[in-house]
């Protein structure tokens, strides 16, 4: 856990407020064009958070985790400056802790990898997490193959396809799933606890990994 010791860093700036959920899409994949080296402290920065904190960071406050948000989208900002050949930052250490975000022992990265989709029943916002969770698994598999890790990419790999297990074919809709069963009743319009500040709408193409897997589920 966090040490709650002030630590200073003599090679690069510390930046901190990373709500990463609300800047993993668009922010962070600027910052790779508009200031590169920028972007390099910050993911230095997080993998000093690891290194201190125990993990990448998920939504930074002054120096300490909140864990407010979903998702691990620390790997997505890594592995999107990884591609672009920004290595200012150990790349080995950082697809360790990217790693160790995905095997997490919280409920939701737990009830992925048990179930292959997070149930209702096991963690709310069920249905966000396991798109998003699918996507980040779907960075680390990126990073592993760019590292040559072919072992670890074809595990990775399986893992981001796991949006399937929570598409619902006979709506066109991502849903949420209880012991199994879909869970009802079922309003597309409706913001409820399986999605994280939306509804089946917004969420249900949220598939950047495998773009043409959710065409072929339409049809």
């Known amino acids: 856990g966090m040490d709650k010791k002030t630590h200073t860093a003599k090679t690069f700036s510390v930046y901190t407020i990373f709500s990463i959920w609300d800047t993993y899409r668009a922010l962070h994949p600027l910052f790779t064009i508009i200031d590169p080296s920028m972007d390099e402290q910050f993911i230095q920065t997080f993998l000093k958070q690891y290194e201190q904190g125990g993990s990448l960071p998920v939504w930074e406050l002054s120096a300490n985790e909140t864990n407010c948000m979903i998702g691990y989208h620390s790997a997505s900002i890594i592995y999107d400056a990884f591609n672009k050949k920004l290595w200012g930052y150990n790349p080995d250490e950082a697809i360790n802790a990217m790693e160790h975000s995905a095997k997490s022992k919280d409920a939701g990265p737990t009830a992925m990898r048990e179930y292959g989709y997070v149930?209702?029943?096991?963690?709310?916002?069920?249905?966000?997490?396991?798109?998003?969770?699918?996507?980040?698994?779907?960075?680390?598999?990126?990073?592993?193959?760019?590292?040559?890790?072919?072992?670890?990419?074809?595990?990775?790999?399986?893992?981001?396809?796991?949006?399937?297990?929570?598409?619902?074919?006979?709506?066109?809709?991502?849903?949420?799933?209880?012991?199994?069963a879909w869970y009802t009743p079922f309003d597309p319009y409706e913001v409820d606890a399986n999605y994280t500040e939306a509804n089946a709408w917004q969420y249900s193409y949220y598939v950047p990994q495998d773009v043409n897997g959710l065409i072929k589920l339409h049809g």
Do not use: H
């Open 119 to 180: 149930p209702s029943d096991k963690d709310d916002e069920s249905v966000s997490k396991t798109l998003e969770y699918a996507y980040d698994d779907w960075c680390i598999a990126q990073m592993c193959k760019g590292m040559g890790r072919m072992e670890e990419y074809m595990y990775y790999i399986k893992l981001a396809q796991a949006y399937k297990n929570v598409y619902d074919p006979t709506t066109g809709f991502m849903r949420a799933r209880a012991n199994g």
